[in-house]
Nanobody
Framework: QVQLVESGGGLVQAGGSLRLSCAVS????????MGWFRQAPGKEREIVAT???????YYADPVKGRFTISRDNAKNTVYLQMNSLKPEDTAVYYC??????????????????WGQGTQVTVSA
């Protein structure tokens, strides 16, 4: 069973930075597509960024140029570096792993495993 544990959330002022980490256990990490999603109060969970097992990244338009997703296969960890944060980035951020190996995450329907979520709050 794949398990994902996020860390690194918190409170930051607008314009600041945070780095989220997601430690993965229980699977062959380097064969899974990984991603970050977020859910703000009253809104649906949305994709933020994904990274393929080969390291190719994809970003949702609202975070392009500000966020960077990366993975360290030796440490079974995926990261989300968030710079120039805005109040509208406030949400619970979830780490996600694909349902099957060698599959990119294109939507929530591709997710097989979720982390517990970590709160990110950006003050104005």
């Amino acid at each position: 069973q794949v398990q994902l544990v996020e860390s690194g959330g918190g409170l930051v002022q607008a314009g600041g930075s945070l780095r989220l980490s997601c430690a993965v256990s229980g699977g062959t990490f380097n064969t899974y597509g990984m991603g970050w999603f977020r859910q703000a109060p009253g809104k649906e969970r949305e994709i933020v960024a994904t990274i393929s097992w080969t390291g190719f990244g994809y970003y949702a338009d609202p975070v392009k140029g500000r966020f960077t997703i990366s993975r360290d296969n030796a440490k079974n960890t995926v990261y989300l570096q968030m710079n120039s944060l805005k109040p509208e980035d406030t949400a619970v951020y979830y780490c996600a792993a694909g349902a099957v190996r060698f599959q990119r995450l294109n939507s929530r329907q591709d997710v097989g495993f979720w982390g517990q979520g970590t709160q990110v709050t950006v003050s104005a």
